[in-house]
C-alpha cells in the first residue's frame, strides 16, 4: 500500500512491471499471469485507467536527462522523441471525458 501524499521508494525486482501494470502499458499475454488487485482508494484499477491517464506519466527508466535541462524540459524533450504526440488510444481515451468526469477524474486524483 502506497501512503497518499509520500514518496515510495521501490527496491528489489519488479518494479519496472509493476509500474507498467499500473500505468497499463503491461503487455499480458498468455504465458503472463497476474493474480491479485490494484485499487486506487478503493476504486480498481479498471474504473480508475481512465482518470488516470490524465493525470499520472510514466518515464521510462531508460531515458537520458541532461543536467542542464529542467524536469519539465526533461520531460517535454523525451516526449518530443517519442514522437511527440499520443497514442490514438491514448487519445481516444482522454477525449471521452465529459466536463464532469474530467472534474471526477481531479477530485481522484487530489485525494
Not at 526533461?74 to 487519445?91: E, V
Amino acid at each position: 500500500m502506497f501512503a497518499p501524499g509520500k514518496i515510495t521508494l521501490l527496491l528489489g525486482s519488479g518494479k519496472s512491471s509493476l509500474l507498467k501494470m499500473l500505468s497499463g502499458r503491461l503487455p499480458l499475454a498468455k504465458n503472463i499471469t497476474v493474480e491479485g488487485g490494484i485499487s486506487f482508494n478503493n476504486v480498481s484499477r479498471e474504473q480508475m485507467i481512465k482518470r488516470l491517464l490524465q493525470f499520472v506519466a510514466y518515464v521510462n527508466q531508460r531515458d537520458k536527462h541532461y543536467p542542464v535541462l529542467t524536469v519539465k524540459e526533461t520531460l517535454q524533450f523525451a516526449h518530443k522523441c517519442c514522437g511527440g504526440d499520443l497514442s490514438r488510444g491514448g487519445k481516444e481515451l482522454l477525449s471521452n471525458g465529459s466536463p464532469q468526469e474530467n472534474l471526477e477524474a481531479l477530485e481522484a486524483a487530489k485525494a
